[in-house]
């Protein structure tokens, strides 16, 4: 399939803006998309990139602004798009228990026939698979029982198999190995020359670098700039992305930890954690790194009692397992889940309630509410930590992410917690909210919570943490003291070195 | 320019209107409406009489709505109710005939029924974490099988009884027992569900289970509560039934679950948790009776008014899912 090369955009997109209940998701951007390109979209989490890449394909409308193909009119580039557009989600979205053959060749709409025919599924499937290197692959077996990676490679495959002149990638190297990745990019760059349209978003810069033709940077929903190839470095990406001077971000680590150490683990075991000893002191930031899948939010979990765990655990000296939260929230700890939409927060209920659910956990059932109490409590609380409401009683889905985000921090701090667990709790906020944040945290710190933090993203961890403990696959790979964290031997310790 | 800030201004407002005129097709404008349609098609609608006959006959499907607005906001649904209808009344029928003092057998039954409430439904659902609706499908046909076994399928006679004969028949003045038992369940749930830590954690289990449980909410222990309430309150309906009737026939309450539910549904709570009011379902309620009696009142014969019953519903429904969008 070659493409005309007619002097036309693959995609001109013009001022889209989108905008959920109290949350601004893009806010006015425009780009435009040549054929033959692969086009690079970066900013950190929650700037919009998905959404951007979600507007395109179809799968949700903007509120504002039209995105034009192949310079068609907006209402036939719609129709067209959904013929030539082919998507990779950040979201798993095989179909667990159905076959390998018969999710690659889903994606071939337009061979859709009353019959099924398997021989030909089969040798679709097969044909992408050997492009991406996973040609000793059993065709039969449900996709469920393979490994993530070869989900991933699967849903790839699946992308391909629709033909598609637009090929959208969200993420989709997040899981695979450094060969896998390699791979992909030869496909990818010969999808290029044959005058396909990529729209590129990864978490690793460095892949920006190696494959991208022009990257463009969002930045709290708004477009940022374009930089061409030649600007491309990890530098020049970093500081469009992030947009303000690091120092400000971060407050300082002043008051150096106790040497009381307030948990202790000895070859403890959770899910795919295996075998970690390590201890955490009083009032001090320790942050988990490690890459997606390496256990550090198990051992959170393990640690508060969500899942099931084996080993030993000691907390101010007493050895203890947890069996439910219930029992760790006892023992003065409290846990911020990382899915705040899943695990968070309660959307039909107000922001106070919201707030108070732990508290009142604390409570005989048959007791009535202490309505007063309460109003005071939240209300100092939102003071403190500048939650934006009109009052007490919005409806908590209608916040914007980081005001949620403060609620269900507000809700693990009604306990006057000892020790604070949070998983990604900066995930999909804006910058202003993140700081508050990491303000927050430095306090409890200081007046000796203990705070242990999981997270993904590299600056964060080393703008917050005393110590950082990377993992990988399931083992604590080293502990970094304060001098020696850096991006880089974090990034070291988190690939398994 | 001013052209366009004034069609602007003119759309947004024609828009606030739509909203406006929505939020009056709620159940309570529609109840309204419902009743001055019944009043024009026939004046001896709007008497004390009919509507003391009216809340009179919808008593046991109100009480049992009550605690279907708990099982619906806690994130399920309750199959069993009808069957622990039959159950109650026939355990204290039995108790009776046994010679058990009335208000002991009375007690007994409500006791017996609320734990195995609690540990059929509620251990399976709650506890073990099984699917609500296979889990309330199977004891609704396990309770409604063992009335049968129980019986041989013969109806169970129970005259002679004055305090259950009292519930279902007396009246305090004007007003029937039925009427103030349910008025008062009705007050009593309301405050519940509002004001006490049990009836707040109800909403934050059933609007999201996992948030619940790692805020340190006991969930299955709520949830054992809401089926245990949920059987209470259908054999505190049985018991009515019982006395009203004289008698237990081994069908009665069958499909009365789902005139439950419609109610509830009716009333605005909502089949994914975590929404819903007992004044809401109060609504639904009074909807399905006025609608049901003034249907009888006009003399459409019983097979169309189950055709109008059902067409209306639906409609009632619909007008919600348009105002849900709108707002």
New interface residues.
């Given amino acids: 399939m070659i493409l005309k090369q007619n002097g036309r955009f693959a995609l001109e997109i013009k001022n889209i803006s989108k905008h959920y209940p109290g949350v601004v998701a893009l806010n006015g951007i425009s780009m435009n998309i040549k054929w033959g390109s692969i086009h690079g979209i970066a900013g950190e989490n929650g700037s919009g990139k998905s959404t951007l890449l979600r507007i395109i394909s179809g799968m949700e409308k903007s509120n504002q602004g039209e995105v034009v193909y192949d310079g068609q009119s907006p209402k036939e580039s719609q129709r067209l798009l959904q013929r030539d557009v082919a998507m990779v989600t950040q979201e798993p979205s095989l179909v667990n228990s159905l076959s390998v053959a018969e999710n690659i060749a889903m994606g071939n709409r337009r061979e859709y026939k009353l019959f099924v025919n398997w021989k030909k599924y089969k040798e679709v499937a097969s044909k992408y698979l050997e492009l991406l290197g996973l040609s000793d692959i059993d065709l039969d077996i449900p996709v469920e029982t393979l490994s993530p990676d070869k989900q991933q490679l699967i849903l790839i495959s699946r992308a391909l198999a629709s033909n598609p002149r637009v090929l959208l990638l969200d993420e989709a190297t997040s899981s695979l190995s450094e060969d896998q990745t390699i791979k992909l990019f030869t496909v990818l760059d010969e999808l290029k020359a044959k005058g396909l349209a990529i729209l590129f978003i990864s978490h690793r810069l460095k892949e920006y670098i190696r494959l991208c033709d022009t990257v463009t940077v969002l930045r709290d929903s708004n477009y940022i700039c374009n930089l061409k190839k030649q600007e491309l470095s990890e530098d020049s990406i970093v500081s469009s992305m992030v947009g303000r001077e690091l120092k400000d971000y971060y407050p300082p680590k002043e008051k150096v930890p106790s040497e009381e150490q307030a948990i202790v683990f000895r070859d403890f075991h959770c899910r795919q954690v295996r075998n970690v000893s390590f201890s955490i002191k009083k009032g001090e930031v320790f942050v988990l790194a490690g890459l997606d899948g390496c256990g550090r939010s198990e051992l959170l979990k393990g640690l ?1 009692g ?1 899942l099931p765990s084996k080993g030993e655990l000691k907390v101010n000296g007493e050895s203890i397992t947890f069996k ?3 029992q760790a ?2 023992k003065g700890f409290s ?1 911020i ?1 990382g899915e705040r939409k ?8 107000s922001i106070m ?1 919201n707030a108070m ?2 508290y ?10 202490g ?1 007063k109490v309460e109003k005071d409590m939240f209300l100092q609380m939102k003071e403190n930590m500048k939650i934006k409401a009109p009052t007490v009683h919005t409806l908590i889905k209608t916040l914007s992410g980081g005001n949620q985000q403060k609620v269900v921090l507000a ?1 693990a701090l009604a ?1 006057n917690p000892k020790f604070l667990l949070l998983e990604e709790p900066t995930r999909g906020i804006d910058v202003g909210a993140k700081a508050e944040i990491y303000r927050l945290l430095r306090e409890l710190a200081q007046q000796g919570v203990t705070v242990i933090v999981s997270t993904s993203e590299l600056p964060e961890a080393i703008g917050i943490a005393d110590r950082i403990g990377v993992m990988f696959r399931g083992h604590l790979q080293k502990v970094l003291d304060q001098e020696e964290m850096t991006e880089e031997r974090v990034m070291y310790y988190a690939t398994g070195n | 320019m001013d052209n366009v800030v004034v069609e602007q201004d003119l759309q947004k407002r024609s828009q606030s209107m739509k909203k406006n005129a929505f939020k009056l097709v709620g159940i309570g404008p529609l109840l309204i409406l419902l009743c001055v349609i019944m009043t024009i098609l026939n004046p001896s609608f709007l008497t004390v009489n009919n509507w003391i006959n009216l809340l009179n006959s919808i008593s046991a499907i109100w009480i049992m709505a009550m605690a279907m607005t708990l099982v619906l906001i806690s994130g399920g649904f309750d199959l069993s109710v009808g069957a622990s209808l039959a159950f109650s009344g026939l355990i204290l029928v039995n108790l009776v005939a046994a010679g058990v003092p009335e208000l002991v057998s009375i007690l007994i039954t409500l006791i017996a029924v609320l734990l195995i409430g609690m540990m059929t439904n509620g251990f399976l659902i709650g506890k073990l974490g099984l699917n609500f609706f296979v889990v309330t499908l199977g004891t609704m046909s396990l309770f409604r099988g063992t009335v049968y076994v129980w019986t041989d399928g013969q109806t169970q006679y129970a005259d002679n009884n004055p305090i259950v004969s009292f519930l279902g028949n007396g009246t305090i003045g004007l007003v029937p027992v039925p009427i103030i038992i349910m008025l008062a369940i009705c007050v009593l749930t309301h405050l519940f569900l509002k004001y006490t830590q049990f009836g707040r954690a109800i909403y934050v289990v059933g609007g999201n289970a996992t948030a619940a449980k790692l805020s340190g909410i006991k969930v299955s222990f709520i949830l054992i509560g809401v089926y245990g309430i949920s059987a209470l309150y259908a054999a505190i309906a049985g018991i009515i039934n019982t006395g009203k009737l004289a008698s237990v026939s081994p069908t009665i309450g069958s499909g009365m679950e789902l005139l439950v539910a419609a109610a509830v549904l009716l009333g605005g709570t909502s089949f994914k948790g975590g929404e819903g009011t007992v004044v809401g379902t109060t609504l639904g309620v009074l909807f399905i009776g006025v609608l049901q009696n003034g249907l009888s009142l006009s003399g459409i014969s019983s097979y169309w008014q189950e055709v109008i019953t059902g067409a209306i519903l639906i409609f009632a429904i619909l007008l919600n899912y348009f105002k849900v969008k709108q707002t």
């Fill in positions: 508060f969500a439910n939260p219930r929230i006892d846990y889940p899943a695990e968070g927060i309660i959307a039909e209920m309630e659910i732990s009142r956990s604390q409570k005989a059932f048959w007791k009535w509410i309505r809700r306990l």
